[in-house]
């Protein structure tokens, strides 16, 4: 069974620039979160699909951040403009609908300069 | 609001000893508890769920504990191995749903 899979590995951008990350949840599961790391910090929640619908989305740190999951497969996090504080990790995780272990993917690296 | 502490913040060890690494919350009333390592520019694996109405859980070498009550969690590692050497982070659940993380325990087993 393929694990989540998470595209760009890494991306560079300058301020003001946009970004869009991509998440591959395992095939089958309904839940999708997006979590993201920035330097020094912990690993913090942004939000969760279940299926195509935002259950929650109160980590999202503000309105340049956009997530969709049209179909309820893959997810997309799009950050538009980017600013120098949104540098960090992003990780992606999915789990069964009411399944209680997430399954993180390898995450992507946000570098904004 | 979930607040997770994880002590110690580094720990380095010789191969073969056992170690406990220490996972606390300050709210009782969770769902689940969840143990993850990640390796130096990889994603998380997950370790060991815990669920709330559990005490311990084992897999292998690796053996992990819930105290509610109190709102801890120990991690256990039995004859650690330089394959151990990792980032461990534990995650807490209100429901099922987000997480919260700690900062997580840097540990270096040397040979």
């Known amino acids: 069974e393929a694990g989540v899979t998470q595209f760009p590995s890494h991306s560079v951008i300058e301020k003001g620039q946009t970004v869009t990350l991509r998440c591959d949840p395992i095939s089958g599961h309904d839940n999708l979160y997006w979590y993201r790391r920035v330097m020094g910090k912990e690993i913090k929640f942004l939000l969760h699909f279940v299926k195509e619908s935002k259950q929650d989305e109160s980590g999202m740190p503000n309105n340049r951040f956009l997530a969709e999951r049209t179909g309820g497969t893959y997810s997309t996090l799009k950050v538009q403009p980017a600013e120098l504080e949104d540098s960090g990790v992003y990780f992606c995780a999915s789990s069964h609908l009411g399944g209680d272990e997430q399954f993180f993917g390898p995450g992507t690296r946000l570098t904004v300069l | 609001k979930q607040e997770v502490t994880q002590i110690p913040a580094a720990l380095s060890v010789p191969e073969g000893e056992n170690l406990v690494l220490n996972c606390s919350f300050t709210?009782?009333?969770?769902?689940?508890l969840q143990w993850f390592r990640q390796d130096p520019g990889k994603g998380l694996t997950s370790l060991l769920l815990?669920?709330?109405?559990?005490r311990e859980q084992t897999s292998g070498r690796l053996n992990a504990s819930l105290d509610k009550s109190s709102g801890r969690s120990t991690l256990y590692i039995a004859a650690s191995q330089p394959g151990d050497s990792a980032t461990y982070l534990c995650?807490?659940?209100?429901?099922?749903?987000?997480?919260?993380f700690g900062d997580g325990t840097t540990l270096t087993v040397k040979p």
């Open positions: 815990i669920q709330s109405s559990q």
């Open positions: 709210d009782s009333a969770i769902y689940n």
């Open positions: 995650a807490v659940r209100p429901i099922p749903g987000k997480s919260t």
